[in-house]
């Protein structure tokens, strides 16, 4: 495989290193008892989402799931306003009223995270219909679950893209399982990509989704395609998060030796031993990204912590139309 651009593998890094030390903060808060609501985390998924976004134009959009922290960093939030949305400050992206399973930045082109499972599929349609009567030629990139696609959203969603050939990415994040329930259980195809036959559109499987580079390459493959408006494309990456399904999970569902096992897998690990050993970067360049990252995730607690929350007169700010 070609080599790809320097500036473009330390961006890599450092956005899954983002991602891997904002979520292992919020985890600590969450013990503290800080961060009200229910929060999932992208720790293990950091490839799956970033290789993806690295595909992009910066204008283009993204729709994500309940475990948006991972998208939301990659395409690019100021984690400033993130970590205060998260505490449900009134500095974060949605003042405080939205927290981790509702961020959305719309100056970064991201128009939401959804608790409801499936819930994106349909805005993503609507956003892409919107840039294809525009001729604006963004794209939008939906993201979800591998349980996802048991809800007859995603179903109703992919057949009115494909129709329509509408330029939307339907982007599959299969970490093996929704909640407790294994997916292979779930559905009696093999792959969730083969799923794209019943509504005539390509699909793309990313058969290892820790592996960034191979993320990254699928994405363009899938870029190219959509953006030249032959119509949407599914592509599912297979990875594994590390930690719970949410901030309460007793985790009963799966062996701990199958946890270790995928830890292995590390996707950053992956990343910066290809780096090292294609000496693209030295050892010292990727510490001082990481030590860069590590500040970064400690300013923006210093920033929501001392941010305040919604005052009472912002209730109903931003709730109904003007
Ligand atoms: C419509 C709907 N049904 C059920 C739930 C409860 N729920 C929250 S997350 C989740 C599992 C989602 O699994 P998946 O799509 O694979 O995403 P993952 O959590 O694995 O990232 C379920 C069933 C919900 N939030 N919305
Ligand atoms: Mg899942």
């Known amino acids: 495989m070609e080599t790809l651009d320097k500036s473009l593998l330390l961006n890599m890094f450092r956005k899954m290193e983002e991602i891997r030390r904002m979520d292992l903060k ?3 808060l969450v013990k503290k008892g800080k961060v009200p609501g229910m929060t999932h985390f992208s720790v293990g998924e950091e490839a799956a989402n970033v290789g993806a976004m690295m595909a992009l134009n910066p204008d283009d959009l993204i729709t994500s799931n309940h475990r948006g922290h991972g998208q939301a960093i990659a395409k690019g939030i100021n984690l400033n306003e993130m970590m205060a949305e998260i505490l449900g400050k009134y500095t974060g992206t949605c003042k405080g009223k939205g927290g981790s399973m509702h961020i959305a930045d719309l100056d970064a082109g991201n128009l939401g995270a959804n608790g409801i499972v499936g819930g994106g599929m349909g805005i993503a349609v609507g956003a892409a219909l919107t840039q294809q009567m525009k001729g604006t030629n963004k794209i939008v990139v939906c993201f979800f679950g591998d349980g996802a696609t048991n809800e007859g959203a995603f179903h109703e969603a992919v057949n009115m893209a494909s129709i329509w050939k509408l330029p939307v990415i339907f982007a599959c994040i299969n970490n093996g399982y929704g909640i407790s329930a294994d997916i292979k259980k779930m559905t009696n195809v093999e792959h969730i990509y083969q799923r794209a036959t019943a ?8 058969e290892d989704g820790n592996n960034i580079l191979d993320v990254y390459k699928g994405f363009q493959e899938a870029v190219a395609h959509v953006r030249s408006g032959k119509g949407p494309v599914l ?6 998060r ?3 399904h949410s901030s309460s999970d007793p985790g009963k569902y799966r062996t701990r030796e199958e946890v270790e096992e995928w830890k292995k897998k590390d996707p950053i690990e992956n990343l910066r031993k290809y780096l090292l050993e294609q000496q693209i970067a030295s050892a010292e360049e990727l510490e001082a990204i990481q030590a860069e990252v590590k500040e970064l995730v400690e300013e ?3 920033f929501a912590e001392n941010s305040p929350f919604p005052p009472l007169e912002s209730a109903f700010e931003d709730v109904y139309a003007e």
Not at 199 to 206: A, D, E, M
Request: charged fraction near 10%; aromatic fraction near 18%; charge should be neutral.
């Open 300 to 302: 923006s607690v210093r």
């Open 235 to 240: 592509i599912e990456s297979v990875t594994y």
């Open 26 to 28: 919020i985890a600590q």
């Open 242 to 244: 590390w930690l719970g």
């Open 199 to 206: 509504y005539g559109i390509p699909g793309i499987f990313v």
